[in-house]
């Protein structure tokens, strides 16, 4: 894993995934956006469980369960049929506020955990 003096990875992806999530509510927004939020967030997601295993982090299933619930709105969001505008409109507005907050919030509680420890 990288080695850098903060975690600049975990900021540089959470700004790629509000810029997503801004591109959702484009008009010529196509399915292969939503394909890049699923693909883009599970990456995501699975980097920073990969450093709380990794780190035995004590707020991991906590963490990992709110990821979990992300996982499954989206892929309910997803769905069967493409969204039109008014859905990926919706779609990115909740996706975005639910984001915020993990990121302000349980990501925050990571991040410091990550810069104390060793391994960044
Ligand atoms: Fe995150
Ligand atoms: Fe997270």
């Known amino acids: 894993m990288r ?15 509000f810029e997503i999530l801004d591109l959702i509510r484009e008009p010529d927004a196509g399915s292969s956006v939503m394909l890049r939020l699923r693909d883009y967030t599970e990456n995501h997601f699975a980097l920073e ?8 982090y004590p707020g991991r299933d906590e963490h990992v369960r709110a990821h979990d619930r992300f996982r499954t709105e989206v892929q309910k969001l997803l769905g069967n049929r493409e969204p039109d505008a008014l ?6 507005t909740f996706l975005t506020e639910w984001l915020k907050r993990h990121v302000f919030g349980i990501d925050k509680k990571l991040e410091a955990f990550l810069v104390a420890s060793e391994l960044k």
């Open 3 to 17: 080695k850098t003096s903060d975690i600049i990875w975990q900021d540089a992806q959470h700004q790629v995934l």
């Open 49 to 56: 469980e990969l450093y709380m295993e990794h780190l035995e």
């Open 87 to 92: 859905d990926r409109e919706i779609i990115s």
